[in-house]
């Protein structure tokens, strides 16, 4: 099955630092990968969307210059959070799809996520 | 109205009993339609997909779309303590994907 490695799994920084987050999916290529936040009991909140070799699409109120997308290969995307406040401390999930005409080619496949704490 | 509507619960039940979670949607673009399992602090995890209408069944799961109504359901049978989590809906046509809000389910030992 279809599997995405999402690293790290867990991040303390202080204020004003960076963080990188990447995620990788292991056994297939994602021609789209997303990115999504999210709060303690709620639901994911799409923040962005990749596409292998172009800019990445922001959703609305996601400010492009604090969240760096990067997608470089077709197993590889990137998030930095630059100048990380406590308002940045959120869960972050990404997902990536095959794509393509394959059965399941549409289905998402989720990291297991990444907890930033910004002290 | 949201694209996507499914009752966040929380919804509680005892070990054994069937389970029923549903979602409504108003976009009749909607072509897959995805159930993910999501444990408290991990990614969610994909339960089952169908393409289209129909009926789709996996060991306690099945999995309903009806296109004509805009409603998807996941049953649980024998349901166990382990599928305590939260369940959420997906829906997509494309590159767009919108997910419901999940519901939270406890099943009682």
């Known amino acids: 099955g279809a599997v995405v490695s999402q690293h790290p799994s867990r991040v303390i920084c202080k204020s004003g630092t960076s963080v990188k987050i990447e995620c990788r999916s292991l056994?297939?290529?994602?021609?789209?990968m997303f990115w999504y936040r999210q709060f303690p009991k709620q639901s994911l909140m799409l923040m962005a969307t990749?596409?292998?070799?172009?800019?990445?699409?922001?959703e609305q109120g996601v400010e492009k210059d604090k969240f760096l997308i990067n997608h470089a290969s077709l197993t590889l995307s990137t998030l930095t959070v630059t100048s990380a406040h406590p308002e940045d401390s959120s869960f972050y999930i990404c997902?990536?799809?095959?794509?393509?005409?394959?059965?399941?080619?549409?289905?998402?496949?989720f990291g297991a996520g990444s907890r930033l704490t910004v002290l | 109205q949201k694209e996507v509507e499914q009752d966040p619960g929380p919804l509680s039940v005892p070990e054994g009993a069937i389970v029923s979670l549903n979602c409504t949607y108003s976009?009749?673009?909607?072509?897959?339609f995805m159930w993910y399992r999501q444990y408290s602090r991990k990614g969610p995890e994909l339960l089952m997909y169908?393409?289209?209408?129909g009926n789709k069944e996996d060991g306690r799961f099945t999995a309903q779309v009806d296109k004509s109504s805009k409603y998807i359901s996941l049953f649980i049978r024998d349901s166990q303590p382990s599928d305590s989590a939260t369940y959420l809906c997906?829906?997509?046509?494309?590159?767009?994907?919108?997910f419901g809000a999940g519901t939270r389910l406890t099943v009682k030992p």
């Open positions: 997902s990536a799809r095959r794509g393509g005409f394959s059965s399941g080619a549409n289905v998402l496949t």
């Open positions: 056994d297939f290529q994602a021609t789209t």
């Open positions: 990749s596409n292998e070799g172009s800019k990445a699409t922001y």
């Open positions: 976009n009749s673009a909607f072509q897959y």
């Open positions: 169908t393409y289209s209408s």
């Open positions: 997906a829906m997509s046509f494309g590159n767009d994907m919108r």
